[in-house]
């Protein structure tokens, strides 16, 4: 009764309607929102417990209230991420978009399996979608963690902290490369599990040398490289990242993105005939399971390598790209686009270094990261074919 008038009380403070209310209420009457912030934050323990201040990516200073924190989330891959940092993903959450499709549907069965709570969680509105101060409010979170260019207006933020909300903006897709490490150690200062992301930022920075060495081997060669996303979608051709974004990944890996001499912004459409007049010495597709319903190309969990093989090679005979000297030399590779934009990323730039810089890729190996992410961190370790090439045996 009490958290009900508490949520009530926040509720008419951001402005929310007095019919919005009474949903809230008959939602807590059911047991089902209310249930959730105190079992929460006995599941946490003890960690985090001191007020702290931090800085987010946007610049803003906030101060962290005493913890155990409960949380909001608007994307997805968040729950990787506290999948990183914690035994429970869902210990801290109260309430996340539902996503399913940002960590693939056999990544989400097997943590569903592992912690029911997150079906059961709350909805709150997705940083693809329209921002709702209601559902927001509703699942009464301490802190409300917000992707970077997304989300609540000044004025919403200004609501939320009236009703006793913290916001805090990350980042892992505006700026991945120069954000996700301080995105990690933000996150994990704010549920309590500082020292468990400085393990996983210290991790990621020993795979950085390794690529950083391969650069530096490869003698100051930028390979042109076309990248596709979400490869297969449509039969137009073809959508590809321009300035910034997942077209970052391959500056830092000594490529040159050739939709970025063309895309003003940070993702287009380029044309099929610009694409064989550039003719890349490399070509990288995104895939994932949402692109089965297309004839796409699909990888991900769920997905044996073979399936994966045949369904890059279907891209391969889309009208055109057979005079692809990338499809030629059989330098034309897909990777789960799951990978992009999450904590798991530092698996996709490997993979980009050795495929760009083949001959100086000696240091690297996916896999390997892969399987220590898997061993070492992971609370439920990802399974299927997450990357495959033309030319794999």
Do not use: K
Not at 229 to 241: L, N
Not at 250 to 256: C, E, R, S
């Amino acid at each position: 009764m009490r958290r009900s008038l508490v949520v009530l009380f926040a509720c008419l403070s951001a402005g929310v309607t007095l019919s919005a209310v009474a949903e809230l209420g008959a939602s807590f009457d059911e047991g089902g929102v209310s249930s959730h912030p105190a079992d929460a934050r006995a599941a946490i323990g003890d960690s985090g417990t001191e007020r702290s201040t931090i800085t987010d990516v946007r610049g803003r200073t906030v101060e962290l209230p005493a913890g155990p924190r409960t949380i909001s989330v608007d994307d997805g891959r968040y729950v990787l991420a506290l999948a990183l940092l914690l035994g429970d993903p869902t210990e801290p959450l109260a309430g996340w978009p539902h996503d399913v499709n940002r960590i693939g549907p056999e990544t989400y069965e097997r943590y569903a399996a592992r912690f029911p709570r997150l079906a059961e969680l709350p909805h709150v509105s997705s940083s693809a979608a329209s921002f709702s101060l209601e559902q927001t409010v509703a699942t009464a979170p301490d802190v409300a963690v917000f992707s970077l260019g997304r989300g609540p207006t000044d004025e919403q933020l200004a609501q939320l902290e009236r009703a006793g909300v913290v916001p805090v903006f990350l980042d892992f897709f505006m700026d991945p490369l120069s954000h996700m490490d301080q995105s990690l150690l933000l996150l994990g200062e704010i549920v309590g599990a500082r020292e468990r992301a400085e393990a996983f930022v210290a991790f990621r920075a020993e795979r950085r040398s390794a690529i950083r060495r391969t650069v530096e081997r490869s003698g100051g060669s930028e390979p042109t490289v076309f990248f596709e996303t979400h490869a297969g979608m449509s039969a137009e051709c073809c959508t590809s990242p321009g300035s910034g974004n997942v077209g970052v990944y391959i500056d830092d890996v000594g490529g040159h993105n050739i939709g970025a001499d063309v895309l003003p912004g940070p993702v287009g459409r380029v044309s099929l005939e610009y694409l064989l007049e550039r003719d890349p010495d490399v070509y990288v597709a995104t895939g994932g399971p949402h692109l089965e319903r297309t004839g796409g190309l699909v990888l991900g969990g769920g997905y044996a390598p073979s399936q994966a093989r045949e369904a890059l090679r279907r891209m391969t005979n889309r009208p055109g790209f057979s005079y692809l000297s990338a499809v030629r030399a059989e330098r034309f590779h897909g990777l789960a686009h799951q990978l992009l934009n999450s904590p798991l990323d530092i698996v996709a730039v490997e993979l980009l270094a050795q495929w760009i810089h083949p001959s100086a890729a000696d240091g690297l190996d996916p896999p390997g990261t892969l399987a220590r992410i898997n061993r070492d961190f992971l609370a439920v370790p990802i399974d299927g074919t997450y990357w495959t090439s033309l030319n794999t045996p």
